[in-house]
């Protein structure tokens, strides 16, 4: 099997009302994702007013609002010791884990059977930029706890996620930055869907297609923003979201709970680098972020590798227009506002960290 990066482009004709009825040409660039064949879609005359669209700034009257709510804020230092849930002393003897600034505890209401919640640091509000290397590694370590604690207890929970949901537009209902943290006995629907592809790549071709990804986007450069070891980071062919960034484990990682301090240390400069380079290019406040692990004790590394995976989402605005319409929720196929290639050459230019790798 062949990794390819398989695109059909269409030409739409109108005729255009601002500019006496002419005739236009607009072009229309449908690209198929390597590993499951899932279409994304861009409007290429559309994608010249990225720029425009994407740097619209969040509202700052809305952004006050923010400041205001950390009275009542479940999450900051004041309350959390009293107002949020510990587990009970068969998880966690001591009902929560701490590291450095990082608080792991359950999810008040959960939709998973162990759904805890990672306070990622004491601060209220946190721009991505602001979400530190330092901040990263203590989180990843403290969930890894979490990890641990629960397949001990109950080997059958083995799928590991880390998630974040940044500012309401993403998905988040407290404003306090903090990680979805889950440990689940079977892999969710998107994570199954890409074990399975994986494993039919490595059957059909006796090769891993995250090794053969990194070693293809690394040749191309065109979407290869640089290796942050044991990273390596791209802006992906087909992306699920807008300004979709990548980072693949390099190595033989196929599981978070695999991954040493020095790795940890890794992967979390390489987040501090992309979360920073999307507010600085895109000016993101509000983003969505996910690691996808194998389950643990499973041996997978022949066909899989650990990733994670950035999308920004709308800024925080009184009107603003949600980027999930029906082809999104209902379809499941992405109208992308931004081009991967574009994105990597903005970021790549203010990534000093990328750009010397
Ligand atoms: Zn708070």
């Known amino acids: 099997m062949t990794l390819r990066f398989e695109k059909v482009t269409k030409r739409v004709t109108l005729m255009d009302p601002f500019d006496a009825f002419k005739q236009k040409v607009q072009t229309i660039e449908y690209r198929r994702d390597p590993l499951l064949g899932r279409w994304s879609r861009v409007n290429m005359d559309r994608v010249k007013r990225t720029k ?26 004041d309350n959390l010791e009293n107002s949020t849930p510990r587990f009970p002393p068969d998880l966690v003897e001591k009902g929560r884990i701490r590291v450095g600034e990082a608080v792991v505890f359950p999810n008040l209401f959960p939709f998973g059977e162990n759904h805890a919640i990672c306070v990622l640091s004491s601060e209220h509000s946190l721009n991505p930029a602001d979400i530190t290397a330092q901040m990263w590694s203590d989180a990843v370590s403290a969930c890894i706890r979490f990890f641990e604690a629960v397949h001990r207890r109950d080997p059958d929970q083995r ?55 990194m070693e293809k986007e690394r040749d191309l450069g065109e979407r290869y923003l640089g290796d942050v070891p044991p990273f390596g980071w791209i802006c992906p062919w087909a992306p699920i979201g807008n300004n979709e960034v990548m980072g693949i484990s390099l190595d033989t990682a196929t599981c978070v709970t695999d991954l040493s301090d020095a790795q940890i240390r890794g992967l979390s400069e390489g987040l ?86």
């Open 159 to 213: 799928y590991p996620t880390i998630n974040l949901n940044l500012m309401p537009p993403s998905g988040a209902s407290i404003l306090h930055p903090h990680l979805q943290v889950l440990m689940e006995s079977r892999p969710s629907t998107m994570l199954e869907a890409v074990l399975g592809a994986s494993e039919r790549y490595f059957a059909e071709g006796g090769s891993n297609f995250w090794r053969d990804l």
């Open 272 to 357: 501090e680098q992309v979360l920073s380079g999307l507010q600085r290019v895109r000016a993101a406040q509000s983003l969505n972020f996910i690691l996808f692990s194998a389950g643990t004790g499973g041996d997978v590394r022949e066909y899989f590798r650990l990733h994670a995976r950035v999308v920004s989402r709308p800024n925080l605005a009184k009107y603003y227009v949600g980027d999930r319409g029906f082809m999104e929720v209902l379809q499941l196929e992405t109208v992308i506002h931004s081009l991967p290639e574009a994105l990597a050459t903005d970021l790549r230019a203010t990534c000093p960290r990328f750009f010397s790798s």
């Open 52 to 77: 425009t669209l994407e740097t619209s700034r969040a509202d700052p009257e809305l952004l006050s609002r923010v400041e205001e709510s950390r009275d009542a804020c479940y999450f900051c230092p």
